[in-house]
């Protein structure tokens, strides 16, 4: 894939699993060239490689995104390998759930290190090229969780972080062409969902069926749910729509 073609491309952190995944398969099946940029490398490579079986343009990258270094040396990549970035997808997360008691100073600092240090030098380093095209989509995701969870202030702090980030992007980017929204999923069945349901010592069922009582749509949503809102969010048709926090839960709010 040395040419760069004129599809756009698209960079997704955090994009060999989950709701990254889908997501970066929704952008493919749009049209773009897909960066998938993940620590786990085997994943990221098969993800990129289902990409590419499926008809699409995508390639892997090992990245941690909470090292300055590795992130500017990514973009550097991606330029050479793709073309500049034109869409950037913050989704890349973990938890280290614990009451505030319980809590460690790296559980804390772990969380804030991949949301919110990892979105702002992804976000920093990605944005100018969309700056020199005019153009650019930048979606982070944050959480229903981020109006405050049970056992979750790290995560908390940092999804909320996600949302007063994105629309200070907005503000600051509006005049280069550059929209920058957030997208809050509520309870979506990922690898992540599971893991909480093992926090709390409960089988996967009896979560689901405790859960799901308190969501409108009556069901847990799925990583194509949320993908849908970032496909719309990153393309055309939302080039009036920035600053905004899409929540994508069924009607679920904490
Ligand atoms: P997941 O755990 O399935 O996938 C997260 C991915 O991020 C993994 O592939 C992991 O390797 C990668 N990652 C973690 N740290 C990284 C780092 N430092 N550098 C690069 N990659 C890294 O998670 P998911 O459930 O798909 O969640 C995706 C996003 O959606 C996260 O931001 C999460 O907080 C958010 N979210 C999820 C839910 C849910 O119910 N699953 C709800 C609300 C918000």
């Known amino acids: 894939m040395s040419e760069h073609d004129t599809a756009r491309v698209a960079v997704i952190t955090g994009g060999a699993q989950g709701i990254g ?13 897909i960066a998938i940029v993940d620590l786990d490398a085997d994943a990221a490579t098969a993800a990129a490689g289902a990409i590419v ?28 390998d793709l073309g500049p970035a034109d869409v950037l997808v913050n989704n890349a997360g973990i938890t280290r759930d614990n009451l505030l008691f319980k809590m460690t100073t790296v559980d804390w600092d772990s969380v804030m290190g991949v949301h919110l240090r990892g979105a702002f030098l992804m976000s920093r380093a990605f944005h100018s090229g969309m700056r020199e095209k005019g153009w650019g989509r930048i979606v982070s995701l944050s959480s229903t969780s981020a109006d ?50 093992e926090r709390l010592g409960i ?52």
């Open 53 to 80: 079986d499926a008809g699409g343009r995508a390639r892997a990258y090992a990245v941690d995104i909470t090292q300055e270094d590795a992130v500017e040396s990514l973009r550097a990549e991606v330029a050479a």
């Open 21 to 33: 995944q889908a997501i970066a398969r929704r952008l493919s099946a749009d049209g773009l060239t």
């Open 203 to 254: 089988s996967f069922g009896e979560f689901t069926d405790r859960s799901v009582e308190g969501i409108p749509a009556r069901r847990f949503g799925t990583p194509d749910d949320v993908a849908s809102a970032v496909s719309f969010l990153a393309g055309d048709a939302a080039s009036y729509i920035t600053g905004e926090n899409i929540h994508v839960s069924g009607g679920f709010h904490e």
């Open 148 to 197: 405050g969870n049970r056992g979750q202030g790290n995560y908390s702090a940092a999804k909320a972080g996600i949302v007063g980030f994105t629309k200070t992007l907005a503000k600051e980017l509006g005049r280069f062409g550059i929209t920058a929204n957030a997208v809050s999923p509520g309870f979506i069945d990922t690898r992540m969902l599971r893991a909480t349901a």
